[in-house]
């Protein structure tokens, strides 16, 4: 009976010793992952590769998470397993730029996975039914909704001053088309910032070129509107964000033959870098506030 318990005490110590080893490694992994992609100083911008769609992984120095856009399908979660730790399962923003299936169908499965603290919408309306289990989703996980509105801020790191600035839709866009709808905003950190768009159209465009001082639209980093489209990309607006690198988020050999060839010719007129996920797959860039860096 003693030697039982002898045995049996080993086994315990032995189990217990696993178990500290296993939680070390997690630990471990967890903050090499988090020193791979730019420690605790640095802002993570993430253009995903889900094939014909928009979804843009953001971190913040302090941790704080925003996916905009979920992308077609399930692709986003595979996605997210490659530039979030396999312990996080909260983001704290999501964002729709519109309700077009492209844009927010991943996010339908992913939010039996993760918890979210908010979605931001643009204010377009959808009826099809693939949006409506969208919805359903939302209010069953209790998720708190707010619509996009011109100088709305959302924070992602108060210290050290990340966020998301929108600056379109200026109106209630509740009877326009998804595309015209379409959310328009800036991510600044520092010296730093990113125009980002969904679909949105040449006249989107000319309406934040008309509202906002061109001066202010000025960013190093520029994802380019509707995956390319020639509806999208109207040259001065394209002049006014001035960007060293554009990002085209599509699928390869998609049906709409994006990226266009007016959108590529413009971008190339003004010397800029073009970066296509159909080609690059998954895009990252971080910034220390003073200047982005590839990843």
Same mark, same amino acid.
């Given at each position: 009976?003693?030697?039982?318990?002898?045995?049996?005490?080993?086994?315990?110590? =032995?189990?217990? @010793?696993?178990?500290? =080893?296993?939680?070390?490694?997690?630990?471990?992994? @967890?903050?090499?992952?988090?020193?791979?992609?730019?420690?605790?100083?640095?802002?993570?911008?993430?253009?995903?590769?889900?094939?014909?769609?928009?979804?843009?992984?953001?971190?913040?120095?302090?941790?704080?998470?925003?996916?905009?856009?979920?992308?077609?399908?399930?692709?986003?979660?595979?996605?997210?397993?490659?530039?979030?730790? =396999?312990?996080?399962?909260?983001?704290?923003?999501?964002?729709?730029?519109?309700?077009?299936?492209?844009?927010?169908?991943?996010?339908?499965?992913?939010?039996?996975?993760?918890?979210?603290?908010?979605?931001?919408?643009?204010?377009?309306?959808? &009826?099809?039914?693939?949006?409506?289990?969208?919805?359903?989703?939302?209010?069953?996980?209790?998720?708190?909704?707010?619509?996009?509105?011109?100088?709305?801020?959302?924070?992602?790191?108060?210290?050290?001053?990340?966020?998301?600035?929108?600056? =379109?839709?200026?109106?209630?866009?509740?009877?326009?088309?998804?595309?015209?709808?379409?959310?328009?905003?800036?991510?600044?950190?520092?010296?730093?910032?990113?125009?980002?768009?969904?679909?949105?159209?040449?006249?989107?465009?000319?309406?934040?070129?008309?509202?906002?001082?061109?001066? &202010?639209?000025?960013?190093?980093?520029?994802?380019? @509107?509707? !995956?390319?489209?020639?509806?999208?990309?109207?040259?001065?607006?394209?002049?006014?964000?001035?960007?060293?690198?554009?990002?085209?988020?599509?699928?390869?050999?998609?049906?709409?033959? !994006?990226?266009?060839?007016?959108?590529?010719?413009?971008?190339?007129?003004?010397?800029?870098?073009?970066?296509?996920?159909?080609?690059?797959?998954?895009?990252?860039?971080?910034?220390? @506030?003073?200047?982005?860096?590839?990843?």
């Amino acid at each position: 009976m003693e030697n039982q318990n002898k045995v049996k005490r080993k086994i315990d110590k =032995f189990r217990l @010793g696993l178990w500290i =080893f296993f939680i070390l490694v997690i630990i471990t992994l @967890g903050v090499w992952q988090s020193v791979l992609l730019g420690g605790n100083k640095t802002l993570q911008v993430s253009v995903l590769n889900i094939g014909q769609g928009d979804s843009i992984y953001i971190k913040a120095p302090n941790g704080n998470e925003m996916i905009i856009d979920g992308g077609p399908d399930q692709k986003l979660l595979s996605e997210l397993g490659s530039v979030m730790p =396999f312990f996080d399962k909260s983001v704290d923003v999501i964002v729709v730029t519109n309700p077009d299936k492209d844009h927010y169908a991943g996010f339908i499965d992913m939010l039996d996975r993760y918890s979210v603290g908010k979605l931001i919408e643009s204010g377009t309306i959808s &009826s099809t039914p693939t949006y409506h289990a969208f919805e359903e989703k939302v209010k069953e996980k209790g998720i708190e909704r707010i619509i996009a509105q011109r100088g709305m801020k959302v924070v992602l790191d108060e210290k050290r001053e990340v966020y998301l600035e929108i600056l =379109f839709p200026n109106r209630d866009v509740s009877s326009e088309s998804s595309n015209d709808g379409s959310i328009v905003a800036k991510l600044v950190y520092g010296n730093t910032c990113m125009m980002l768009q969904g679909d949105s159209t040449a006249a989107v465009e000319q309406e934040v070129l008309i509202k906002e001082n061109k001066e &202010s639209l000025k960013c190093e980093l520029l994802k380019v @509107g509707h !995956h390319g489209s020639r509806t999208s990309s109207l040259p001065e607006y394209i002049k006014a964000v001035s960007s060293e690198t554009a990002i085209i988020s599509l699928g390869k050999d998609n049906r709409y033959g !994006h990226p266009h060839k007016e959108v590529l010719e413009t971008l190339e007129n003004q010397n800029i870098k073009i970066l296509r996920t159909d080609i690059e797959g998954r895009i990252t860039f971080v910034s220390d @506030g003073k200047n982005w860096e590839r990843k």
